[in-house]
């Protein structure tokens, strides 16, 4: 049988196999060795590449199966230059915030979505965002962004911080963290009015997933810092909030607060 599978990461091994980091829509995250995946003759040879929807089968059910087919899905999937940070980023996600054969059906097809957004030219920021959102949701640790720690309703005109567990707090404007609360009406709602609003809920996810990674650092984030730093002009201007991912799911409507810190000014994704 061949399952939905997305290649996460890959890296040589001995000769010609490779060793692939996988995520399927049955089975989560696999590992599979591919034998002679490298050789000239492999059947293999430009198929297993990241971003591209593939159908794939293995024989075992150890720490490192072998990889038996693999084949494209659908037509080839191309993600521009420019995002493939984007990609990497997402990819490095599901890496470290998932486990191997723990089954994410929703969070595969959100992953699904994102990159034939990101893939389509939808608004890079905006498609992120809203991965992280529903990735946070789907691994247990929705937001709550409604109201207070106190069960305040969150007012649109005052500002808001966020810590450990208790989610928005009230505070000033001049307030390390502070996001506005426009902004986190913004995000329960799944929209971004402008560059605040995506500015602000890079902000809130930020904190939630750093906390969720335990002190673990995202390397593609590191590089991406670490590029701006040599060459400004790598930075993206903001997208334009009216473009939204081109596939979009509901969100349950019942969501747990997400595990949150306060983090400074403004860092890449």
Same mark, same amino acid.
């Given at each position: 049988?061949?399952?939905?599978?997305?290649?996460? #990461?890959?890296? =040589?091994?001995?000769?010609?196999?490779?060793?692939?980091?996988?995520?399927?829509?049955?089975?989560? *995250?696999?590992?599979?060795?591919?034998?002679?995946?490298? %050789?000239?003759?492999?059947?293999?040879? %430009?198929?297993? *590449?990241?971003?591209?929807?593939?159908?794939?089968? @293995?024989?075992?059910?150890?720490?490192?199966?072998?990889?038996?087919?693999?084949?494209?899905?659908?037509?080839?999937?191309?993600?521009?230059?420019?995002?493939?940070?984007?990609?990497?980023?997402?990819?490095?996600?599901?890496?470290?915030?998932? #486990?191997? @054969?723990?089954?994410?059906?929703?969070?595969?097809?959100?992953?699904?979505?994102?990159?034939?957004?990101?893939?389509?030219?939808?608004?890079?920021?905006?498609?992120?965002?809203?991965?992280?959102?529903?990735?946070? #949701?789907?691994?247990g640790y929705g937001l709550e962004l409604a109201h207070t720690d106190e069960g305040e309703p969150v007012d649109p005109q005052r500002y808001y911080r966020f810590a450990l567990e208790r989610g928005p707090q009230l505070c000033v404007a001049e307030a390390p963290g502070a996001v506005y609360g426009?902004?986190?009406? /913004?995000?329960?709602?799944?929209?971004?009015?402008?560059?605040?609003?995506?500015? /602000?809920?890079? !902000?809130?996810?930020?904190? =939630?997933? /750093?906390?969720?990674?335990?002190?673990?650092?995202?390397?593609?984030?590191?590089?991406?810092?670490?590029?701006?730093? #040599?060459?400004?002009?790598?930075?993206?201007?903001?997208?334009?909030?009216?473009?939204?991912?081109?596939?979009? !799911?509901?969100?349950?409507?019942?969501?747990?607060?997400?595990?949150?810190?306060?983090?400074?000014?403004?860092?890449?994704?």
């Amino acid at each position: 049988m061949l399952a939905p599978a997305y290649v996460l #990461h890959q890296y =040589a091994y001995r000769d010609t196999g490779r060793i692939v980091e996988m995520f399927t829509s049955e089975y989560g *995250r696999i590992t599979l060795f591919a034998r002679g995946a490298s %050789g000239p003759k492999s059947s293999l040879r %430009g198929v297993l *590449r990241p971003f591209q929807r593939l159908l794939v089968s @293995w024989s075992g059910r150890s720490e490192a199966c072998a990889l038996v087919a693999a084949e494209m899905d659908g037509a080839l999937t191309t993600l521009a230059k420019e995002r493939l940070m984007s990609g990497f980023y997402l990819n490095e996600l599901l890496l470290k915030l998932t #486990h191997r @054969w723990d089954p994410h059906p929703e969070i595969f097809y959100s992953y699904a979505s994102c990159v034939e957004a990101l893939c389509a030219g939808a608004g890079e920021e905006p498609t992120l965002r809203l991965f992280e959102k529903r990735l946070l #949701h789907d691994l247990g640790y929705g937001l709550e962004l409604a109201h207070t720690d106190e069960g305040e309703p969150v007012d649109p005109q005052r500002y808001y911080r966020f810590a450990l567990e208790r989610g928005p707090q009230l505070c000033v404007a001049e307030a390390p963290g502070a996001v506005y609360g426009r902004s986190l009406g /913004d995000l329960e709602a799944g929209t971004f009015q402008d560059a605040r609003s995506l500015r /602000d809920a890079k !902000r809130v996810l930020r904190v =939630a997933i /750093d906390a969720c990674l335990e002190g673990r650092s995202l390397n593609s984030r590191e590089v991406m810092q670490a590029l701006r730093r #040599h060459n400004p002009a790598v930075a993206r201007a903001p997208q334009p909030p009216q473009q939204q991912p081109a596939v979009q !799911r509901p969100e349950p409507a019942v969501q747990r607060p997400a595990v949150q810190r306060a983090v400074p000014e403004e860092e890449q994704s």
